[in-house]
């Protein structure tokens, strides 16, 4: 009788409470947040407000590069020979 009254003590402390499963009733659905669209925004240099306009324009501003990077001939070549490299070893791995 003891061990039977022990083991349902146990087992009803042991079962999570499903109050403490359920989220907040203030908490927003996730679903919810990712159909809210986005008014405003952050920049990403000098974290400054700025509108949905503004956010645009300097996210086009920062995708355009303002000089194309130049690399030694040598150092192309090098790049491409691990390239094939990396192809060689994964169609041959024992290489």
């Known amino acids: 009788m003891r ?3 022990l083991a349902i003590l146990l087992l009803t402390c042991l079962q999570p409470l499903e109050c403490l499963a359920l989220p907040p009733v203030e908490d927003v659905p996730e679903e919810v947040l990712r159909t809210e669209i986005i ?4 920049s990403p240099i000098d974290n400054q407000a700025l509108s ?3 956010y645009e324009e300097l ?3 920062l995708r ?3 000089f194309d990077p130049q690399i030694n001939e040598d150092i192309q070549q090098i790049i491409f020979l691990l390239q094939i490299r990396k192809l060689i ?3 041959i791995p024992f290489y």
């Open 59 to 61: 996210e086009a501003e």
């Open 52 to 54: 949905a306009r503004e």
């Open 3 to 5: 061990k039977t009254t």
């Open 39 to 42: 008014l405003s925004g952050r």
């Open 64 to 66: 355009e590069s303002r």
């Open 89 to 91: 070893k994964t169609i």
